[in-house]
């Protein structure tokens, strides 16, 4: 049973350009959160996606980011005119359907590291 | 609203010796609490987690944690340290019986084991 993939592991990018980090989920969950990890700092919650739907969104940047789970297809993690601070590790964590009280584990994947030159 | 305190950046140990990671956290409703190890480059893998079946929980590679209310704590222990557990670790909260499916991270503990 493959874990959390993420794609690319290390990506590199000039400011201005634009940065695609995907992620395709374990098999069997259905929900996608995303999280960014500055040097030095823990993990940030930016994003939280079914299928076709965003959850919860309060922790990303309002300019710039977007995030879409499609269908079919990985999740997509878009940064659009990167800057230097956008330099990062981002994660991406799958778990089973959720519910009310229910305490679904967080797999995560091995990361995507972010380079802005 | 929730938050992790992680008391220590760094954590120095002999090999062998008594492992104590510390965590408090801060929640205004029951909370579930999650330690996670990070390797260099590389993701976050879950240690062990309390979901208020018991208060003290086992995990992976010999770690354990207490749930202790009244300090509002998750602190990790090992008695033993071995050289492969150095790595980062971090303590995570998320609200209980919510809809709220967010993970609330420490800023990280790294373990240093010496030999």
């Known amino acids: 049973n493959a874990g959390v993939m993420q794609n690319p592991r290390h990506l590199v990018r000039r400011r201005g350009q634009e940065a695609r980090l995907r992620c395709s989920p374990m098999k069997g969950h259905s929900h996608v959160y995303w999280y960014r990890q500055l040097p030095e700092e823990g993990l940030k919650f930016m994003v939280y996606?079914?299928?076709?739907?965003?959850?919860?969104e309060s922790g990303m940047p309002k300019e710039r980011f977007s995030a879409e789970f499609p269908k079919e297809g990985p999740s997509i993690l878009r940064i659009q005119q990167v800057v230097r601070g956008d330099s990062a590790a981002y994660f991406c964590?799958?778990?089973?359907?959720?519910?009310?009280?229910?305490?679904?584990?967080?797999?995560f994947g091995p990361g995507t590291r972010l380079t802005v030159l | 609203a929730q938050s992790v305190t992680q008391l220590g950046s760094h954590v120095s140990v002999s090999e062998g010796a008594l492992v104590l990671l510390r965590c408090n956290y801060s929640?205004?409703?029951?909370?579930?609490l999650f330690w996670y190890v990070q390797y260099p480059n590389q993701g976050l893998q879950l240690l062990l987690k309390y979901t208020s079946a018991a208060t003290l929980v086992k995990g992976i590679n010999g770690f354990e944690a207490e749930f202790k209310k009244s300090e509002t704590s998750f602190h990790l222990t090992k008695p033993s340290a071995h050289m492969s557990d150095a790595a980062e670790y971090f303590c995570a909260v998320r609200p209980m019986n919510t809809g709220f499916q967010k993970l609330v991270f420490g800023t990280g503990t790294r373990l240093l084991v010496s030999p």
């Open positions: 929640s205004s409703v029951p909370p579930y």
């Open positions: 964590a799958s778990s089973p359907t959720p519910g009310r009280g229910l305490t679904d584990t967080q797999y």
């Open positions: 996606l079914q299928k076709e739907n965003i959850i919860d």
